[in-house]
């Protein structure tokens, strides 16, 4: 079996089209379709299903993809402890951040990573809790912080920070003496506000959900937004309060522009992890990220 064959493979099953895969390997389509066509041979059975949707792997397509990543990836551990053995850890790592964490934490990221992986390939990846746990799942990403994951023996994981939610509201909520209100607000007045929060299954919308469940309510939200710079720029307008950490406001532009407010009777806890697979082995150059990724966290948002 060839390896060039099976990469071209599994990437086609994993992103569900060849179109996709050929971009993503740049490898011209119809040379991407001759190798998969050429494996199929080999093995006498057809891999993919295609119609006018892309590709699906067929039930042995999915048995040699749980199989092609695992083998694909020895290859790579393999190579990467060459490396290491000649003094250099190199090798691809790809991380999934959250965007309440990307804007803050990105540049110094990568700058710890340039300064002691010089020789790895990184990629990072910005993206909503559910979708970075299905890139960990296919391979995708090697590594993703994640809000609240569930305890799952796919995945192994570890503590970066225990946060509180705030409720974070436009500037127009001031005392008298023209400072930001901070004094803590029942969760149960925070239900009876317009709220902006994220679509369901986002991890920070289930956790408030669950919370004011405890307390037989449910939020108020006026707007779902998937996206974190247009909800904290609808907030500001006056269009509803949002939900989020403290340390959200710190990369924005103009955070005078919004009053905090502390969450109580019950406060809603948040719990930020780093997720990696317990299904593909951990090479040298990603424990070495898994430290420095751990590192950065805790300086950016304190512990």
Not at 55 to 67: C, D, I, M, R, S
């Amino acid at each position: 079996m060839d390896l060039k064959q099976l990469e071209y493979f599994v990437r086609v099953a994993e992103l569900g089209s060849f179109t996709r895969a050929s971009i993503a390997l740049d490898v011209a389509q119809p040379a991407l379709s001759r190798q998969i066509r050429l494996l199929e041979v080999e093995l006498r059975q057809n891999l993919l299903t295609r119609n006018g949707r892309g590709a699906v792997p067929t039930e042995v397509g999915k048995l040699l993809l749980e199989h092609g990543r695992g083998i694909l990836h020895q290859v790579a551990l393999t190579l990467e402890e060459l490396s290491a053995a000649r003094g250099a850890l190199a090798g691809r790592v790809s991380i999934g951040l959250p965007p309440s964490l990307s804007k803050l934490i990105t540049v110094p990221l990568v700058k710890a990573l340039r300064e002691q992986l010089p020789q790895a390939n990184l990629t990072l990846t910005e993206g909503f809790s559910v979708l970075m746990h299905e890139g960990l799942r296919v391979g995708n990403l090697d590594l993703a912080v994640l809000y609240n994951p569930d305890q799952s023996g796919d995945m192994e994981m570890c503590t970066l920070h225990d946060d509180e939610l705030v409720l974070i509201s436009p500037v127009t909520a001031k005392t008298r003496n023209g400072k930001t209100r901070a004094a803590p607000i029942k969760l149960g007045s925070v239900a009876e506000l317009p709220l902006i929060l994220p679509s369901r299954p986002n991890a920070f919308r289930l956790l408030i959900e669950g919370e004011m469940m405890t307390i037989g309510k449910r939020p108020n939200v006026v707007l779902e937004v998937d996206s974190l710079n247009s909800i904290l720029s609808l907030v500001k307008e006056g269009m509803g309060h949002a939900i989020l950490p403290s340390y959200t406001l710190s990369t924005f532009e103009n955070a005078s522009a919004f009053g905090v407010t502390p969450i109580n009777s019950p406060c809603i806890k948040s719990r930020l992890m780093l997720v990696w697979s317990a299904r593909r082995p951990t090479t040298l150059t990603q424990k070495r990220t898994a430290e420095i990724v751990t590192a950065v966290v805790r300086q950016a948002i304190g512990r």
